[in-house]
């Protein structure tokens, strides 16, 4: 493994609360100073970040609506003003709006691609030339299983998680040679807020599939995030975080 320490720099984007915020403190455990992103809820952005200092960590509050170029590429210079560097992009932010096709209003599908997979092109654009100039970066990208298995009434949210897949496979075939990887982490099932929301036979049904017969805790999607970081011979691959559910 690189030397991965107190020196690097990560943004992770949606980094308030669920995936996000297990994968902000678990960078902070390892040492990395931490730009937690948020779009609404700066009081728990605030609190990730004052876990992080309360422990003798390094972490800074970015707001921003990252599906908004302009507001991504202000999230990733407020990064580089503060320390001058970004060693490590984590695009978690992600957002759902289920609806069967036919019902599917226009804005549902245009603001779930805006969050999902324009944002992760946005942060990524504007992450990566400072990337490239320090020959070295890791950009671990949190897509889902549905976008690999498909989920009834998530045909935005599934054409999104699939496009950061192949949006990973590209880019890392155009930035290995500076030292960059990317990959993908595809989480399924998860106790966070996000599934709690989900209607009881819903998620039963889903927990029902799952050959470990439980949800993910959040901070093992973080232990995979870290992982790929420290993959230094690992690029443009899918790791699959799901107990079992999806097995290809």
């Known amino acids: 493994m690189a030397e991965v320490n107190g020196s690097r720099v990560a943004l992770v984007t949606g980094g308030s609360r669920g995936i996000g915020k297990a994968i902000a403190l ?7 100073r931490v730009a937690i992103n948020y779009r609404g809820n700066q009081e728990a952005a605030r609190q ?6 309360q422990s003798g960590g ?17 999230v990733v210079e407020q990064v580089l003003g503060q320390w001058n560097r970004i060693d490590i992009l984590v695009n978690n932010a992600g957002i759902t709006r289920d609806n069967l096709l036919l019902r599917m209003r226009p804005e549902e599908w245009d603001t779930v691609l805006a969050t999902n997979l324009t944002g992760t092109f946005a942060c990524t654009r504007a992450a990566l030339r400072t990337m490239v100039k320090q020959r ?6 949190i897509s889902s299983i549905a976008g690999m298995m498909g989920n009834p009434g998530q045909t935005n949210y599934a054409a999104s998680k699939a496009g950061m897949i192949g949006f990973s496979r590209a880019l890392a075939r155009e930035v290995a040679s500076r030292n960059i ?13 996000l599934t709690e929301g989900m209607a009881k036979a819903s998620y039963e049904g889903l927990l029902a599939a799952v050959p470990l017969g439980r949800a993910a805790e959040p901070r093992e999607i973080a232990e995979a995030v870290w992982f790929l970081i420290g993959a230094d011979y690992i690029t443009g691959q899918t790791l699959v975080v799901d107990g079992g559910l999806v097995m290809d």
């Open 26 to 32: 678990k960078l902070a455990q390892e040492g990395i």
């Open 48 to 53: 990730v970040a004052d876990t992080i200092e």
């Open 58 to 74: 390094q972490a800074l509050l970015c707001p921003g609506d990252i599906s908004s170029i302009d507001e991504a590429h202000k």
């Open 136 to 141: 070295y970066g890791r950009i671990v990208n």
């Open 181 to 193: 990887t990317v990959n993908v982490v595809a989480p399924g099932l998860v106790k966070t807020e």
